[in-house]
T-cell receptor, first 114, second 113 residues
Framework: NAGVMQNPRHLVRRRGQEARLRCSPM?????VYWYRQLPEEGLKFMVYLQKENIIDESGMPKERFSAEFPKEGPSILRIQQVVRGDSAAYFCASSPGQGRGEQFFGPGTRLTVL | GESVGLHLPTLSVQEGDNSIINCAYS??????FIWYKQESGKGPQFIIDIRSNMDKRQGQRVTVLLNKTVKHLSLQIAATQPGDSAVYFC????????????FGTGTSLTVIP
């Protein structure tokens, strides 16, 4: 059973470009979470999605950031018009369903904005 | 979310000694906690969890202690090994707010052979 997959592992963008980060949850998992980690800091919650629904986006910046988890395919975190402050590691986690419990993390995408 | 922080940002221990990593949380409504281990260049890995109706939980070589009175939890690693070198995060969750977790800054553990 493959774990949570994220791609690309490393992404370099120039200021003003768009960044698209993909996350495929573990098989059978219908809940996806996105976190951002700045160097030397902990993970900051961004958004929680179920299939085709955004459950909680309280941690997501109001502008330029969006997330989706379509019925088919991976979850996408999209950052438009990237700025240097967006440089960070973005982690996706998944969990099987209702109720709290362990979230399984992917290896992360390291975004560098030049 | 409420702040979750760790007392010590770095910790060095001799191989074979026991390690204790501490975490303070400020949200008294938090009722579920997880310790994660993050190795360089990797995503966090689940170590052990504890719910607020417990004050101690043991796993393989690890023990988590929860003191709700002072809003403090700790991770104890017995017979620390070089492979335990990593950054350790505590994460807290409040059932009323859903499934998202709030993470502390982390403690970097270095095991000296």
């Amino acid at each position: 059973n493959a774990g949570v997959m994220q791609n690309p592992r490393h992404l370099v963008r120039r200021r003003g470009q768009e960044a698209r980060l993909r996350c495929s949850p573990m098989k059978g998992h219908s809940h996806v979470y996105w976190y951002r980690q700045l160097p030397e800091e902990g993970l900051k919650f961004m958004v929680y999605l179920q299939k085709e629904n955004i459950i909680d986006e309280s941690g997501m910046p109001k502008e330029r950031f969006s997330a989706e988890f379509p019925k088919e395919g991976p979850s996408i975190l999209r950052i438009q018009q990237v700025v240097r402050g967006d440089s960070a590691a973005y982690f996706c986690a998944s969990s099987p369903g209702q109720g709290r419990g362990e979230q399984f993390f992917g290896p992360g995408t390291r975004l560098t904005v030049l | 979310g409420e702040s979750v922080g760790l007392h010590l940002p770095t910790l060095s221990v001799q191989e074979g000694d026991n390690s204790i990593i501490n975490c303070a949380y400020s949200n008294s409504a938090s009722d579920y906690f997880i310790w994660y281990k993050q190795e360089s260049g990797k995503g966090p890995q689940f170590i052990i969890d504890i719910r607020s109706n417990m004050d101690k939980r043991q796993g393989q070589r690890v023990t988590v202690l929860l003191n709700k009175t002072v809003k403090h939890l700790s991770l104890q690693i017995a017979a620390t090994q070089p492979g335990d070198s990593a950054v350790y995060f505590c994460a807290e969750n409040e059932s009323n707010t859903g499934n998202q977790f709030y993470f502390g800054t982390g403690t970097s553990l270095t095991v000296i052979p």
